[in-house]
């Protein structure tokens, strides 16, 4: 037995370190669907609906490609923070997926207890790598490229995906992507239930290049941004129409997820009503 005991551990070390991407992807589908749909929520009500199931979240669109997430146990996200999207009391944690002037800011408001910023920012950084957890939500980030402004090189690593854990939850926020995505971004990224897709087509990537992102990562649930009118929705939604998707044009611009609830097929949820912002 003791000549086995330290092979065993050798090879409890080496899985681990194989596992290590896997463990880092968001939580698998763990929770049997019972009752499809989303309902409409608001913020007072988050902590006694749905049955107080950990794995749920009030998402609110903010504007142009911000959305706020709020947990069970108060933690408060924005995405692509800049500063002025975003309303009541101050966000927890903020993330800023790419330099352009409307999705981050250097001067972000005093007490965010994490200020996560998706491109190399630092002397000698080659990519952002974040992954931090503050009670019931995990965030992290997959880099990704991004065009240069103006012309020029690529910028490597110049933009991130930020998940969102909250429980067994995955939100993904894409920011500001500009290319499909390889096995490996799929790989990190893991099951994602709910994506937050923009669909300007010229600022970030052509519509049909991102529908096919759409089915690359194969999300429940998809909450359009980083548009400016009808138009721009009702062409995306037309090249989504092969997929047969359910399309929800709430009428308010918060909503309330819940893993158990998540629906069986994909759903198209309006929150940034006609865009803008």
Same mark, same amino acid.
């Given at each position: 037995?003791? +000549? *086995?005991?330290?092979?065993?551990?050798? $090879?409890?070390?080496?899985?681990?370190? $194989?596992?290590?991407p896997?463990l880092?992807?968001c939580?698998?589908?763990?929770v049997?669907?019972?009752?499809? &749909?989303? *309902?409409l929520?608001?913020?007072?009500?988050?902590?006694?609906?749905?049955?107080?199931?950990?794995s *749920?979240?009030?998402?609110?669109?903010?504007?142009h490609?911000?959305?706020?997430?709020?947990?069970?146990? %108060?933690?408060?996200?924005?995405?692509?923070?800049?500063?002025y999207?975003? #309303?009541?009391?101050?966000?927890d944690i903020?993330?800023?997926?790419?330099? +352009?002037?409307? +999705?981050?800011?250097d =001067? !972000?408001? =005093?007490?965010?207890?994490?200020?996560? *910023?998706?491109?190399?920012s630092?002397?000698?950084?080659?990519?952002?790598?974040?992954?931090?957890?503050?009670?019931?939500?995990?965030?992290?980030n997959v !880099?990704?490229n991004?065009? /240069?402004w103006? %012309? &020029?090189?690529?910028?490597?690593?110049g933009?991130?995906? #930020?998940?969102?854990?909250?429980? =067994?939850?995955?939100?993904?926020h894409?920011? +500001?992507?500009?290319h499909?995505?390889t096995?490996?971004?799929?790989?990190?990224?893991?099951?994602?239930?709910?994506?937050?897709? !923009?669909i300007?087509?010229?600022?970030?990537?052509? @519509?049909?290049?991102?529908?096919?992102?759409?089915? @690359?990562?194969?999300?429940?649930?998809v909450?359009?941004?980083?548009?400016?009118?009808?138009?721009?929705?009702?062409? #995306?939604?037309?090249?989504?129409?092969?997929?047969?998707?359910? #399309?929800?044009?709430?009428d308010?611009s918060?909503?309330?997820?819940?893993?158990?609830?998540?629906?069986?097929?994909?759903?198209?949820?309006?929150? /940034?009503?006609?865009?803008?912002?």
């Amino acid at each position: 037995m003791s +000549h *086995r005991l330290p092979l065993l551990a050798l $090879l409890a070390t080496t899985f681990a370190l $194989l596992a290590g991407p896997v463990l880092a992807r968001c939580a698998q589908n763990l929770v049997e669907l019972d009752r499809p &749909g989303v *309902r409409l929520a608001s913020l007072d009500g988050l902590a006694l609906a749905s049955g107080n199931s950990p794995s *749920r979240a009030i998402i609110t669109f903010v504007g142009h490609s911000s959305y706020q997430i709020d947990t069970p146990q %108060g933690v408060r996200a924005i995405t692509d923070y800049n500063g002025y999207n975003g #309303f009541g009391r101050k966000p927890d944690i903020v993330t800023m997926n790419n330099a +352009h002037s409307s +999705h981050f800011t250097d =001067d !972000p408001e =005093d007490g965010i207890t994490y200020v996560l *910023r998706g491109w190399p920012s630092k002397p000698g950084e080659t990519e952002a790598k974040v992954d931090v957890t503050l009670k019931d939500m995990r965030v992290w980030n997959v !880099p990704t490229n991004a065009r /240069a402004w103006g %012309g &020029g090189e690529t910028r490597i690593n110049g933009n991130s995906i #930020f998940i969102f854990a909250v429980g =067994d939850l995955c939100i993904a926020h894409l920011g +500001h992507l500009h290319h499909r995505l390889t096995p490996e971004h799929l790989e990190e990224l893991g099951r994602i239930d709910v994506l937050m897709v !923009p669909i300007d087509g010229s600022f970030t990537m052509g @519509q049909p290049l991102m529908v096919d992102v759409i089915k @690359q990562i194969e999300p429940r649930i998809v909450l359009p941004m980083h548009y400016w009118g009808r138009y721009q929705l009702d062409r #995306f939604m037309g090249l989504l129409a092969p997929l047969e998707p359910e #399309f929800i044009w709430p009428d308010k611009s918060i909503i309330e997820v819940t893993k158990p609830s998540l629906p069986d097929k994909l759903t198209v949820i309006a929150a /940034a009503g006609e865009g803008g912002g």
